[in-house]
Structures are given as C-alpha cells and as structure tokens.
C-alpha cells in the first residue's frame, strides 16, 4: 500500500550540442570524406529511492496492531535538498576519415578510422574524504570519488563492402566490421554521486 519506491520526484535531463563538418572529395573511382565534430552533453538526474519512507511489516496483524515494521527505509536529500540531482558533463571531440572505393561497377569498398577523445567535466563531483584516506592508508592507491576516468584517444577502424553479384541488383552482398560507439548513458553515471551522497 502507499506510493510506490523508485519514481517520486525522479526527473532526469538531458541536453545536447552537436556540432561537425564534413568534406567530400571525389578523385576517380574514391569518394574521400573527412570531418571534425564536437558533442557536449549534460545529464542532470533526480532519484530519491524510498524517498516517501518505506516500512514493511511481518504480517498485516502487526500493522494493524501498532507493533513496529520490520524494516523502515526514508531517504533525505543530501546538503538539506529536499529534491538534489547529480549532474554530469562530458566533451566528445571526434576526427574522421573515410574512403568509398568502387574498385569496378559491381563491387564498393569502404573503409575509414575516426579517432574521438572523450572529456568530462570533474566540477560534477567531490571528494570523499573518508573514502581518499582509508584507500590511501589501508589499500596503498586513494581512490578519488571525485574524479572521473582520466580522458584517453580511442581509435575505431571500420571497412565494409558492397557486391552486385549479377551487376543488375538483384542480388547484393553487404558485409563489414569495425568499432562502432554509441553514446553514454549519463543517466547511469549520475547515480555514483548520488547512491554516495557525494
């Protein structure tokens, strides 16, 4: 009975700025093309689980007999919030290259390599000291809640073709591989600052 735990006040947001540019460039059988482009995203969730309060008892008789619940849950928000969100930011930085090769009439290779850096943004999150010293002292490495993961280059290769067997289209081939990257569910990464109350 009562409200249910996971969705009072949840609210999540979520904005995007994309910006790139592409160039083509044909020279014989190769269509070239080339980019940069620049996301920022920012990601700002509410949860409060149990924000309500949550009580459960051993039966209904100890309910309706005033006897104390078995298990008492309530959530407060963390700073004297009644409602905090946890933000996070990042910066997605991307160059890309890619060539379309029609080697003869029937048969398309591509292939390109796009590199991306991925950057977020640390004023998101604090340190909890407790957490810093007792790794440090007792585990050899502090472990800084309030740092995201260091930003690194990562490469991602693709190739793939296209053969009209026939030459008539009636039966095509399409096959490829690569390392493909889709975007970040931020909404996951808010609840380590908030499940932490940091």
Request: hydrophobic share 35%.
């Amino acid at each position: 009975a009562g409200y249910e735990l996971f969705t009072w006040n949840n609210g999540v947001h979520d904005n995007n700025l994309i910006i790139k540019d592409d160039l083509t460039y044909f020279l014989g059988d190769h269509k070239i093309t080339g980019g940069i482009s620049f996301e920022h995203q920012m990601t700002d969730n509410a949860y409060m689980r149990n924000g309500t309060g949550y009580y459960r008892y051993n039966s209904i008789d100890d309910f309706f007999a005033g006897a104390a619940p078995e298990t008492v849950a309530l959530t407060y928000g963390y700073d004297g919030e009644l409602n905090p969100a946890a933000r996070v930011r990042f910066n997605k930085y991307a160059v890309y290259g890619q060539d379309e090769w029609n080697v003869n009439d029937n048969f398309k290779l591509t292939y390109g390599l796009r590199l991306e850096l991925l950057s977020f943004n640390n004023k998101d999150l604090m340190t909890n000291q407790a957490i810093y010293d007792y790794t440090q002292t007792n585990c050899g490495v502090a472990v800084d809640t309030g740092k995201w993961p260091t930003s690194k280059i990562t490469a991602s290769p693709r190739i793939g073709f296209s053969w009209d067997v026939f030459g008539d289209k009636s039966l095509k081939f399409r096959g490829g591989t690569g390392l493909f990257s889709g975007r970040l569910p931020l909404v996951f990464f808010t609840n380590m600052p908030t499940n932490s109350g940091m």
